[in-house]
C-alpha cells in the first residue's frame, strides 16, 4: 500500500462519520451538529497536510484516528444496530495506518 491510501481513507473517514452521525443514525442526546464538528472537525484540520503528503500532517492524523478507533471499537461491540460503520471505520482506519507505513519506507529528500 502506498500514501495514496491515506489520503483516500481520510476522505473516505471524513465522508462515512457526516453519513454516520448526519444522517443515518443522528444522536438523540445532543446536537448532531455538535457531533459532528467534533467527530469531523479534527479529520478536516489535517486533511490538507495528508493530502499534500506532508509527513507531520500525517501522523497528527494517525494520532486523531486513534480516538476514532477506540471508539469504533467500543462501538461496534456495544451496537448491533450501527456495527457494521463502525466495522468499516476500523477497516478504513487500519488502511490508513498501513498507508502510514509508507511513509516511513520513503527516502528522505535532499
Sequence with gaps: MSVTWCRWSLLALIALQAVWFGWLYPPSALPPTFVLLVMVGPLLLVFWGVWNNRTRAMVIG?????FHFSLAVSEAYASSQTRWLAIFQIVLICVYFTGLLAVRRQKPRG
Design 62 to 66: 494517525g494520532f486523531i484516528l486513534l
